[in-house]
């Protein structure tokens, strides 16, 4: 989180973290993107608006940042493609390759 660009926002119930997200911005072809690197809500919380919450809150602060698009990586067979869904993400076109040393 030394990197100046690095954002994270925490969700707390009564003084105690139950979901977090971070990441990093950089400025990219159509201006500045945000990479959510991670994001995460307690099990007793998930399915319960958590998350969303916290989401939202941090998309807001990232729109007044000049930020104007997000992206991150997940498995479609995950759980959290779905809640990604629901937020409004959607797959998109760049393709991530890889290759193991």
């Known amino acids: 989180m030394a990197f100046p660009a ?3 926002m925490a ?3 009564e003084e105690v973290p139950v979901a977090m ?3 990093w911005k950089e400025r990219w072809v159509n201006g500045w993107t945000f990479h ?3 994001m995460c809500v307690a099990g007793h919380l998930q399915r ?3 998350g969303s919450v916290l989401m939202r809150a941090f ?3 990232l729109r007044g940042e000049g930020v104007v698009s997000l992206n991150l990586q ?3 067979s995950a759980t959290a493609f779905g809640f990604y869904e629901g937020l409004g993400y959607r797959k998109g076109q760049v393709v991530m390759l ?3 040393l």
């Open 48 to 50: 319960q608006g958590a």
């Open 74 to 76: 997940t498995l479609e």
């Open 11 to 13: 969700l707390l119930v």
């Open 36 to 38: 959510i690197k991670e």
């Open 59 to 61: 998309e807001d602060v």
């Open 98 to 100: 890889g290759k193991l």
């Open 6 to 8: 690095a954002r994270a």
């Open 21 to 23: 997200v971070l990441g």
